[in-house]
Every structure is written in C-alpha cells, then in structure tokens.
C-alpha cells in the first residue's frame, strides 16, 4: 500500500530550499533565516499544514545540532528562556484554532522590522546595558507562541539574546537547546489539534534526506565565522524573514 503525500512539483521546489535553509540556520545562524521556511512552504500548502510537515525534519535537525554543541551552552541563559518559551507554546497551542494566521505573520514580521530598526538607529555599542529580563520573557514567550503557530520563532527571541553579545558557538549552541525543547513541546498539541496525520508525516519523510546537508553547512560556518560577520548575517536573515512575514500577513491577497 502506498502512502499518501503531497505530488505537487511547486511543493517541492520551495520545500526543499527552505528544508536546507532551516538546516543551515538551526546549526549555524540561531534561527536568523530559519523562519523563513514556513512561508516559503507556505506557497504551495497552507501554513498548519506546513508546519506539521516540518516536525520531524526539525526533531532531527535538533538532535544533531545538539549534538555538535554539546559543550558549548549557556545554561544559565537557557534556565531563564525555557519556562517563557513553554508559556508561548501553551498559549499558542490553547489558542491556535481562534487565530488569524495571516495576522500572526504580519504582526511578528512587522515586529522584526521594528527591532532592525531601533538598532540601526540607535546601534548598540560595546559597553550597552543588556536588555532588562522583564522583556527577554516578554520575547521569549512570544518566541514559544510564533513557534507553535509557525515555527517563526527565531525573530523574537533573536532580538531579547542578540544584544547579549554572546559568542557565535555559544549563541548557536543555545539557540539549540532552546528550540529543541520548545519543537519536542510541540508534538502533543500538535497531534490534540490533528496536524500530524499519515499524509504530512510521509510528506515529512520525504524532505528527511535534504536535512542533514544543511545542518553539516551551518556546523562548519558557526565555528569559523567572524563574530561581526555571524551577527549580520543574522541581521539580514531577520530583515528577510520580517519582510516576508508582513507580506503575507497584510499585502498578499
């Protein structure tokens, strides 16, 4: 018996370029341009539809970044951002069949725009307070609830520890950590929603391969990357991924 999944020739040629872009972000740009895969897929499959497909491509994707940063955590970051990332993907998972998601989209991307705005304005410089914890909950918890409804995570939290002026590897390695306990999160408010149903999880399977090229590109970047050069790339990522999301959530039609 065959199994259902999706055939579409446009499905997969924006699938496979967001599968290994994620990768690449998910071990060596901490999400910068990884949420940018769900719209991407989104051109051609609805965006629930996309995110559950992802599932076990990121469940893989996190266990080989985690176990390519194993030593390179910062814990006592990562005990602060776990509880407030929970909290969103609670949220969003209670109040995920009452949203709009064009709206969701457009608001964090009009968000990331904001953000990328404020720091080209106002530049942070070297001796630059860190940014209060009282709105690093606010953004992680609102990296949670993004990344439940759209695995758009990245953005939020990105804006709360890039200030932090951590290390390339250790950013990564956090970011790791971080998102693999939020999309391990997932699984059960996913299946209580009815996402992961047997067509989407062979879809899945069917991207799988694409997985480890781009987590083995962004491994070897994240290590021999500049830190100015790792941050602006981020940048652009964000900048990207901002213009994206309000693309759909408030122009395209």
């Given at each position: 018996?065959?199994?259902?999944?999706?055939?579409?020739?446009?499905?997969?040629?924006?699938?496979?370029?967001?599968?290994?872009?994620?990768?690449?972000?998910?071990?060596?740009?901490?999400?910068?341009?990884g949420s940018l895969a769900v719209p991407m897929m989104a051109m051609a499959v609805t965006v629930p539809e996309a995110a559950a497909i992802l599932m076990p491509i990121l469940f893989v994707m996190d266990v080989m970044g985690l176990a390519a940063f194993r030593r390179d955590f910062d814990w006592k970051l990562l005990r602060f951002l776990i509880p407030a990332g929970l909290a969103g993907i609670v949220i969003g998972a209670l109040s995920f069949r009452m949203l709009d998601e064009r709206l969701v989209s457009g608001i964090v991307g009009a968000f990331t725009l904001v953000f990328l705005a404020q720091r080209l304005a106002f530049p942070p410089r070297p001796d630059s307070p860190h940014p209060p914890k009282w709105l690093g909950g606010i953004l992680t918890a609102l990296s949670g609830f993004t990344s439940f409804v759209a695995h758009a995570g990245g953005p939020p939290i990105n804006a709360?520890?890039?200030?932090?002026?951590?290390?390339?590897?250790?950013?990564?390695?956090?970011?790791?950590?971080?998102?693999?306990?939020?999309?391990?999160?997932?699984w059960i408010p996913y299946a209580w929603l009815g996402l992961l149903d047997l067509r989407n999880m062979a879809t899945s399977i069917a991207l799988l391969p694409?997985?480890?090229?781009?987590?083995?590109?962004?491994?070897?970047?994240?290590?021999?990357?500049?830190?100015?050069?790792?941050?602006?790339?981020?940048?652009?990522?964000?900048?990207?991924?901002?213009?994206?999301?309000?693309?759909?959530?408030?122009?395209a039609g």
């Open positions: 018996m065959s199994l259902p999944i999706v055939t579409s020739w446009t499905f997969y040629a924006a699938s496979v370029p967001a599968v290994i872009l994620l990768g690449i972000s998910k071990s060596g740009f901490g999400a910068g341009f709360y520890v890039m200030p932090l002026r951590l290390a390339p590897v250790v950013f990564t390695a956090t970011m790791s950590v971080f998102f693999f306990v939020m999309n391990l999160s997932k694409f997985a480890p090229i781009g987590v083995v590109l962004g491994i070897k970047m994240a290590r021999r990357i500049d830190p100015k050069l790792f941050y602006r790339l981020i940048t652009i990522g964000m900048l990207l991924t901002g213009c994206k999301l309000v693309w759909d959530g408030f122009i």
